[in-house]
């Protein structure tokens, strides 16, 4: 009898201790910022990451309402660009944000899921580094340089065709 006691308790500490394994906190980085949003989808709402003004401060919306801030993400030296077939790399053109008290301000970053799970299909620069968040089914795929994703958009498109 003492001997199912001590397993049913250190069963249950186990059981325990891998649930707080799994519920550890992901740090949202460029690299990691589709997978970071896609874990914040738990209720099948769009999830945005959106950074305002010089992009001292970027903040997460859940369906429109801010769920959390993210402080010192990056500076404005960010790039953001989508792939055309035909064009190649286009610059996406910095937008407007209505705040909560309707007040307009500048995006200078935004990235968003949808309830879908399909993210915003664009291509980053920020810091001589590519972060490309096109692929629908794979991790975020980082390049030393913009024309290195260009080429393996090509690569993709031309594999396709064939």
Do not use: H, W
Request: aromatic share 12%; proline share 1%; net charge negative.
């Amino acid at each position: 009898m003492i001997v199912i006691m001590i397993i049913g308790v250190v069963y249950t500490l186990v059981i325990s201790k891998l649930q707080n394994v799994g519920e550890a906190k992901m740090t949202p980085s460029l690299s990691n910022l589709k997978e970071y949003l896609i874990s914040l989808n738990e209720d099948k709402e769009s999830v945005r990451f959106l950074c305002l003004n010089d992009c001292s401060s970027c903040s997460v919306y859940k369906d429109g309402v801010k769920f959390q801030e993210i402080e010192n993400f990056f500076d404005e030296n960010i790039q953001t660009y989508r792939y055309d077939f035909l064009l190649g790399a286009i610059r996406v053109k910095d937008s407007v944000y209505f705040n909560e008290e309707d007040i307009q301000e500048s995006v200078c970053f935004s990235f968003g899921i949808d309830e879908n799970l399909v993210g915003d299909q664009v291509i980053v620069v920020y810091k001589e580094k590519a972060y490309d968040y096109s692929a629908y089914f794979t991790k975020t795929q980082v390049y030393d340089y913009l024309e290195e994703a260009i080429d393996a958009r090509q690569k993709i498109i031309q594999e396709v065709m064939q």
